[in-house]
Nanobody, 118 residues
Framework: QVQLLESGGGLVQAGGSLTLSCAAS????????MAWYRQSPGKQRELVAI?????NTNYVDSVKERFTISRDKSTVYLQMNSLKPEDTAVYYC??????????????WGQGTQVTVSS
């Protein structure tokens, strides 16, 4: 069974940096898009960044020029620079995974807390 394991969250001061990673384990045929979402208390989960199989990327406006998403085989990363208190949230990775040609599933990581202090 494929699982996503996240790491890299924590507490950082405003202006600091963190790198999140999310590794897929298990028997994988291929992975399409990989993405990071975040959710703050009382808010809906929002898409932060996405990277396609062709390494095309897209970001929510609030993180452009500060965050960078990248992928390496079955691992997706989120480099976060110039962090702001409003970036505080639980961050979730998301991968569109094929177990086989006919078995496609969307997987979520367990979530990792990012807290930015002012």
């Amino acid at each position: 069974q494929v699982q996503l394991l996240e790491s890299g969250g924590g507490l950082v001061q405003a202006g600091g940096s963190l790198t999140l990673s999310c590794a897929a384990s298990g028997s994988i045929f291929s992975i399409n898009a990989m993405a990071w979402y975040r959710q703050s208390p009382g808010k809906q989960r929002e898409l932060v960044a996405i990277v396609t199989t062709c390494d095309n990327t897209n970001y929510v406006d609030s993180v452009k020029e500060r965050f960078t998403i990248s992928r390496d085989k079955s691992t997706v990363y989120l480099q976060m620079n110039s962090l702001k208190p409003e970036d505080t949230a639980v961050y979730y990775c998301n991968e569109d995974v094929f177990y086989s040609v006919r078995d496609r599933r969307v997987l979520w990581g367990q979530g990792t807390q990012v807290t930015v202090s002012s």
